[in-house]
């Protein structure tokens, strides 16, 4: 139990030892979920560099391997994190070298300067003792909700940055700068360190809220993430109190986020979802046709999708026909405009997205949320639709579309994506089916009145 602990010391061997071996988690994660699944992955510069954003690019991703990859990585990067902290304990310095080894990319660089610190000089003798410093402690908080505040702004409004160093590193420092300056004077217990640094991500994402810099939805969605990186750095900040009297070397590491940020700016990803759906249609190809090309209004409630507060289709309407004519599907965000690509009366139907509607509606006290990530951080290039007849006058219908995410950790937020594409997708084809049965049964009733 002393080496899961922060409080504890890392010799250099020790560290040189178990690091290399943390760091290579991820990628053997990888590697055997893409050999198992498919051909085995490129080993090139791409996978050793960011070996979860290579898994989040395969085309048949699923939820289940996909959480794995991720919640392996994350106990590994969370191990190699307190393995870092105990070897920057040793040395008694280091601390913001230590922090950034979370953030894929830069740990392998991080890890190598520890290895080699030397031991510094400690400032003084003993460390704080038990009790209870209000000044420090609401210092503590204040600074977390500072940190918070301050990278939204510089990562996503300045930057256009969604990435590990946002979800990851920035409640991490302020889970580290908390805990740091609540105990560097007296010694608070773990509890009340937890606590502290759960008020300061609290606070902080208020803050978010009332600057009217993020919405509800957004920071539910992420506050598992964040929560989990906050309190390993509470810990981390707890211990490092112990360690380091005197000075403030660990909140050197905050200075590093801005340069986080310009490194993932630098490197956005760009990742593709393939989805698929079909659904069997008990009526002949054409009047399939029909009511996939007739428009109207899509009934029933959008569920989860709409609750959240995700775009969901409302109608669609047709301007022309034939190939090059063009289609407008309106959203609960707004108005997408598509052009038909493939036009065959019966058997396909393909459109290709010349421009779409915000992904989601932030759910704000204000009408207008600055969030740069509902524009263009998720797309939709093109769907299609195939029909195919069945026996008995039946028809199946399917449809495929391709998506592009372009936010961090990827294989955190493409399940998420997922879902939401896979609950619209069905959506749509149970609005087609029930208006082509309906027509089907409405031509039967009117055949049986005529007496044909």
């Known amino acids: 139990m002393r080496f899961l602990s922060f409080a504890g010391a890392t010799r250099p061997a020790a560290y040189a030892l178990l690091a290399p071996i943390l760091l290579l988690v991820p990628h053997l994660t990888v590697a055997l979920l893409l050999t198992v699944r498919g051909p085995p992955p490129l080993m ?19 939820a289940g391997d996909a959480a794995l990859a991720f919640a392996v990585a994350l106990a590994a990067t ?7 902290f105990r070897r920057a304990n040793w040395s008694g310095g280091g601390y913001a070298v230590a922090a950034i080894t979370v953030v894929p990319g830069v740990q392998v660089a991080a890890a190598a300067v520890l290895a080699l610190l030397p031991r510094f000089a400690r400032q003084a003798v003993g460390g704080p003792t038990p009790g209870v410093d209000t000044v420090h402690i609401v210092q503590g908080v204040l600074a977390g909700v500072a940190i918070i505040v301050a990278a939204v702004l510089v990562a996503a409004l300045a930057m256009g940055s969604y990435g590990w160093s946002l979800f990851v590193s920035t409640p991490f420092l302020v889970g580290m700068t908390t805990g740091y300056l609540a105990n560097r004077r007296l010694l608070l217990s773990w509890g009340a360190t937890v606590r502290l640094v759960l008020a300061a991500a609290a606070l902080g994402t208020a803050a978010l809220v009332a ?25 981390a900040g707890r211990a490092a109190a112990r360690f380091v009297h005197g000075g403030g070397r660990p909140l050197v590491s905050v200075a590093l986020l801005p340069a986080l940020f310009a490194l993932e700016t630098a490197t956005p990803p760009a990742l593709p979802i393939a989805a698929h759906a079909s659904v069997d249609v008990g009526a ?20 989860l999708v709409g609750a959240a ?45 010349l421009s779409q509607p915000p992904a989601m509606e932030e759910m704000s006290p204000y009408r207008r949320v600055r969030s740069p990530h509902v524009h263009g951080y998720f797309s ?69 009145t005529t007496g044909r």
Not at 211 to 231: H, K, N, R, S
């Open 309 to 353: 507060g995700l775009a969901y289709p409302m109608r669609g309407q047709l301007l022309g026909r034939g190939v090059g004519a063009i289609r407008l599907g309106e959203f609960s965000t707004g108005t997408a405009r598509e052009r038909v690509t493939e036009w065959v009366p019966s058997r396909r139907l393909g459109f290709a997205v």
């Open 211 to 235: 600057l009217a810099l993020e919405g509800i939805v957004c920071i539910l969605l992420v506050a598992p993430l964040g929560a989990v990186a906050a309190l390993v750095g509470g810990a």
């Open 44 to 62: 090139d510069a791409g996978f050793w560099l960011l070996p979860l954003r290579r898994l989040a690019m395969s085309p048949d991703l699923s």
């Open 284 to 303: 002949a190809p054409a009047a399939v046709w029909k009511a996939l090309t007739g428009g109207g209004t899509i009934v029933g409630s959008p569920g």
């Open 78 to 84: 969370g191990t190699l994190a307190l393995l870092s």
């Open 380 to 448: 939709t290039a093109a769907t299609g639709f195939t029909l195919t007849p069945l026996p008995g006058g039946r028809t199946r219908l399917r449809v495929e579309a391709r998506h592009m995410l372009r936010v961090e950790p990827a294989l955190y937020w493409e399940p998420l994506a997922r879902l939401a594409i896979r609950l619209n997708m069905a959506r749509v084809l149970g609005d087609v089916r029930r208006k082509a049965e309906q027509d089907r049964g409405a031509a039967h009733l009117g055949s049986a």
